[in-house]
């Protein structure tokens, strides 16, 4: 009842492997470090190795950093296929942006095809970040944060060892620790995904009316697959949604484990 494929479909996540072998669906929470160690990174010879924020904007292309000076940027939604780079007449398809005032902390990026970091952004790695994605202006990402395609990591978001399925969004005010986002996941602005108990022990999930010990310390929200939040909405730690459940606006979520299409208010 709590295994991955109840929650998720990630047949075709490019990162599967992490999440099918689970016997609970937030077991590749436990195996993120391990797995993303074990990932190819791109090679960013050119990004400041201080920590300071990019001077001027650049363009990653055909594995090799290119300056906007002289290039044509066509900004639009990149979730949608319409961030397009230009070389005099030449579309540089598949041409990521990563924009001046952003900071790349490390050198373990792994850089999908046609993703935007907006000025602002603050990337600790490791980090992967899956095509055609969104990091917006003042968005953190704080390490361990495996995104996937089409996805939105939004204004003053924070996310931290976590996990996005394709086409989930956190586009406003956002915390996420510990979590997994399912595919097409919308978090209303504010939502907070809390990870920390306030008392010692492991964070238990509760199912069926019995206590599951997930055997972390830190544990935020699982939310399936067409998942919503409304604005300012709170979950608890050690929270799993169901499919295509609904957490209202102000409302904040008992941890446990809340059925596929659950209002919850």
């Known amino acids: ?44 010879t050119g990004l400041p190795d201080n920590n300071e924020p990019l001077s001027k904007t650049v363009v990653y292309y055909n594995d090799s950093l290119l300056p906007a000076d002289g290039l044509t940027i066509e900004f639009g ?83 931290k060892h976590a996990i996005f399925l394709d086409d989930a969004k956190a586009g406003h005010f956002a915390y996420l620790g510990d979590s997994i986002l399912g595919n097409q996941v919308n978090l209303g602005a504010g939502t907070k995904l809390a990870n920390l108990r306030f008392t010692s022990g492991d964070v238990q999930v509760r ?23 409304g604005c300012n909405s709170v979950t608890n730690p050690g929270t799993i949604m169901g499919r295509k459940a609904i957490l209202m606006p102000n409302t904040t979520a008992p941890s446990g484990l809340h059925k596929a299409s659950s209002l919850i208010r």
């Open 1 to 44: 009842m709590l295994t991955p494929e109840v929650f998720l479909d990630y047949s075709s996540f490019e990162h599967r492997e992490l999440l099918k072998n689970g016997k609970y669906v937030w077991d590749s929470l436990k195996n993120l470090q391990e797995y993303m160690a074990d990932q190819n990174y791109n090679n960013f």
């Open 77 to 159: 939604d990149a979730t949608r296929g319409n961030l397009k780079i230009y070389r005099q007449n030449e579309l540089l398809e598949g041409a990521s942006v990563i924009s001046a005032g952003a900071v790349i902390q490390g050198n373990q990026l792994q850089l999908g095809r046609s993703v935007l970091i907006e000025p602002g952004a603050l990337i600790k790695t490791p980090a992967i970040i899956g095509d055609n994605t969104e990091i917006r202006q003042g968005a953190y990402l704080r390490g361990y944060c495996l995104v996937g395609k089409r996805c939105v990591v939004g204004h003053v978001t924070e996310v």
């Open 207 to 229: 199912c069926e009316g019995k206590s599951i010990s997930t055997g972390l310390r830190k544990l935020g929200a699982i939310l399936g697959d067409q998942v919503q939040t």
